[in-house]
């Protein structure tokens, strides 16, 4: 093993505790409690990684209920059972919590003496790698319920450091969550600030206009792609573009990129301004317009290709409109609900749309974009964050990365 910083050492996670609790399941209805009521934590509301307190049900009336086990800020529980294997052990520290809120049967509360170890620390290093590991071949019960006894968390060995260096790793931490949470509100309230911009543009400038159909506005009508399967990443290849690869605001998703040959791929890669549409599922509508720096790419069946003409519409102008409340109403008029959910291409060439000057084109699409770069920029500052935090929580709580190096770089 390892030389251990100085001050830490490895401890058995019972040696450090000075209680666990265990909860309690009476007969409750399935909905949270009304404010005032008490009620019972499902053990959905720790599974996640984070504390839920609204996954909770009603304690019936003329129950008793047992004070004792009443959730409290500052807590550490547990999930000791599920029938789901690796969500056994799953832990949260408790920062704020509605009152009246008991222990269910199946989650634990772990009460650790904040002379050596402190409850904040304790919730980390519980959702850590290295802990996760442990827990996971501590599980007993081979058959229905998984489970993990008290005996058992009791037995896990903890690396504990000195409680002033606990406190400054929990506060690290601590911050960056914070700060992903600040970015997080940031892009969701930007979100709905680049909706409502879409919606006022083309409120304001489309009165009086021709409409046109997307077939008029393309080069053809729309083209189905192809129905070949998907193959791994190659960046050698032509990226495989799928209804699951579009992101909300019709951007592709790094993380589920796939291949598809040249061979196969070549009837169907997109040029620059090429616009996607879903055809089909719960996602029908969901739009996507290609840019060269997305890389080379081909379109899946799923999917109906329209190659819009700048000489009458800009592509990103008419993308915005596949984003807007208008078509969306179109759509919810007539997606056949028979089967599979799904519009035709026949029936998206059709559709028609509202098509001012250029100008008044490009100044809508300016518009967006400006919300588009802010939005940009708040995504990439969330995945770096995370990518911090996420890479950090291990390091710290191993002592590989110390307290005084991220100060120094935060």
């Known amino acids: 093993m390892r030389d251990l910083p100085e001050g830490w050492e490895i401890r058995r996670l ?3 505790l000075t209680a666990i609790d265990a909860g309690w399941s009476p007969l409750c209805e399935e909905m949270p409690p009304p404010t005032g009521s008490w009620g019972v934590l499902k053990v959905s509301a720790v599974t996640s990684g984070e504390y839920i307190p609204i996954e909770s049900k009603t304690l019936l009336p003329g129950l008793r209920p047992n004070p004792s086990i009443e959730v409290r800020k500052g807590d550490i529980l547990v999930c000791r059972a599920n029938g789901v294997k690796r969500l056994v052990g799953a832990a949260v520290f408790v920062k ?3 009152p009246r809120l008991m222990l269910s049967d199946k989650i634990l509360r772990l009460i650790p003496n904040e002379s050596q170890i402190i409850s904040a620390y304790l919730g980390l290093t519980l959702k850590s790698t290295v802990m996760r590991k442990q827990m996971a071949k501590l599980l007993s019960g081979g058959s229905g319920q998984n489970n993990i006894s008290q005996k058992f968390i009791k037995s896990l060995d903890i690396l504990i450091p000195p409680l002033g260096e606990q406190r400054r790793i929990a506060e690290i931490l601590e911050f960056l969550e914070g700060e992903i949470r600040s970015c997080q509100l940031i892009f969701d309230k930007l979100t709905a600030i680049r909706s409502g911009v879409i919606e006022d543009s083309f409120q304001s400038e489309m009165s009086g206009w021709p409409e046109c159909s997307l077939a008029e506005l ?3 009508r729309g083209e189905y792609g192809s129905n070949s399967p998907s193959r791994s990443y190659d960046e050698r ?3 495989y573009v799928r209804i699951t690869d579009i ?4 951007t592709l998703l790094s993380e589920s990129a796939v291949s598809i040959s040249w061979e196969t791929g070549r009837p169907y890669l997109l040029s620059e301004g090429d616009l996607l549409i879903a055809r089909t599922g719960f996602t029908t509508g969901k739009s996507y317009l290609y840019r060269k720096s997305d890389g080379i790419c081909a379109f899946a069946g799923y999917l109906v290709r329209f190659q819009i003409s700048r000489e009458i519409a800009l592509p990103e102008y008419v993308f915005l409109w596949t984003q807007g409340a208008t078509f969306s109403c179109w759509l919810g008029r007539s997606i056949k609900e028979v089967g599979q959910r799904n519009i035709s291409a026949r029936e998206y060439s059709e559709h028609r749309l509202p098509v001012p000057p250029i100008s008044v084109q490009q100044k809508i699409v300016n518009r967006v974009l400006m919300v588009d770069s802010m939005l940009d920029d708040i995504q990439a500052r969330l995945i770096k964050l995370q990518k911090i935090k996420g890479g950090l929580v291990d390091d710290l709580l191993a002592g590989q990365v110390r307290v005084k190096d ?5």
């Not at 992101?247 to 019709?250: N, Q």
């Not at 991220?406 to 935060?410: F, G, I």
């Open 14 to 16: 019972g040696d450090v």
């Open 96 to 98: 704020e919590t509605p």
């Open 218 to 220: 393309s080069s053809g």
């Open 237 to 239: 290849l032509p990226r």
């Open 247 to 250: 992101g909300d605001r019709g």
């Open 406 to 410: 991220v100060e120094d770089a935060l």
